[in-house]
């Protein structure tokens, strides 16, 4: 006589993770628009106009024209990444240490979250309408103070306009980073300090400035490679009345006759690279920030 077996293992095949589902469509997008584009980038830049591997356009980034891009690039990222911090770091403490009133910190933090993604042809346009050649404060300086921006030597289409476009977006990234370093501060720690007899001062020296250093120096990466990776602001604004890495890129791969789109390849493989440099410093000093700050 059969019998039923009720008490075995169930024949029932696992149950599909229905919670991944919500990540599918991110997962789709991070292949599409970076994962596949960041690949041909890299295979192109190993490639000659008829496909065959080749090293000549890696050795043409060293060429004199391109090297000097590369470094104007490199200044104009370390410059927009230093004002950024320090300014940065000046309002987040205002706000977070410096007894400022509550209701400017929400205030603050919703304009740092939409200005810091700020960037592109607006960005670029706003600055030009206000100081641009005939901009707003350029106007006003000359009509009401009798101050000429232009003969005082600046140029918004120049190294220091385009670092101070940059900063528009630099300064509130480094203040949406800092605050929470500067949240997990303890008051504990400064009591501590004033107990022993510490200075307001020395304590910053002594105890909280290296705690918060991982956290500068990781945020400076950051805005380094946030500085060094923007294109679409760098080409509206300037044009190719500055030569950076950007502008050369896109130079290349726009499609005119005299265009390499190879050599675009191999200067957007070499952006990545000191890209990844800069972020693998933030992560790594982030990291060693939030041992701290736990």
């Known amino acids: 006589m059969a019998s039923t077996n009720t008490g075995g293992p169930s024949t029932v095949g696992k149950k599909l993770p229905l919670h991944w589902i919500g990540v599918v469509p991110f997962a789709i997008f991070v292949l599409l628009f970076l994962i596949l584009p960041t690949m041909k980038i890299v295979v192109g830049a190993f490639q000659n106009a008829e496909g065959g591997f080749t090293f000549d356009n890696i050795i043409g980034l060293f060429t004199p024209s391109i090297l000097a891009a590369y470094w104007i690039s490199i200044k104009i990222s370390i410059a927009s990444a230093f004002f950024g911090c320090l300014i940065g770091f000046s309002v987040a403490s205002a706000v977070v240490l410096g007894g400022l009133p509550q209701k400017i910190r929400g205030p603050l933090l919703t304009f740092s979250g939409v200005a810091s993604q700020f960037a592109g042809v607006p960005l670029a346009f706003a600055f030009i309408a206000t100081l641009g050649p005939v901009g707003l404060i350029t106007l006003f300086l000359k009509t ?42 303890k008051r504990e720690w400064r009591e501590a300090a004033e107990i022993l007899g510490a200075s307001g001062t020395q304590y910053w020296r002594m105890v909280a400035f290296p705690i918060l ?28 009345s500055l030569s950076i890495v950007p502008i050369l890129l896109f130079a290349q791969i726009r499609g005119d006759v005299l265009g390499n789109p190879n050599l675009g390849y191999a200067l957007a493989f070499g952006m990545i690279i000191v890209t990844c440099i800069a972020n693998t410093l933030y992560i790594w000093m982030r990291t060693r920030s939030e041992r701290w700050l736990k």
């Open 144 to 185: 009401q103070i009798g101050i000429d921006l232009r003969m005082l030597g600046f140029n918004i289409l120049s190294f220091w306009g385009l670092t101070i476009t940059y900063l528009f977006f630099q300064i509130p990234l480094m203040i949406l980073i800092i605050t929470p370093a500067l949240d997990g501060l």
């Open 213 to 240: 250093l991982p956290s500068l120096l990781g945020t400076f990466s950051l805005l380094f490679a946030n500085a060094f990776g923007a294109v679409a602001t760098a080409i509206a604004l300037t044009g190719s």
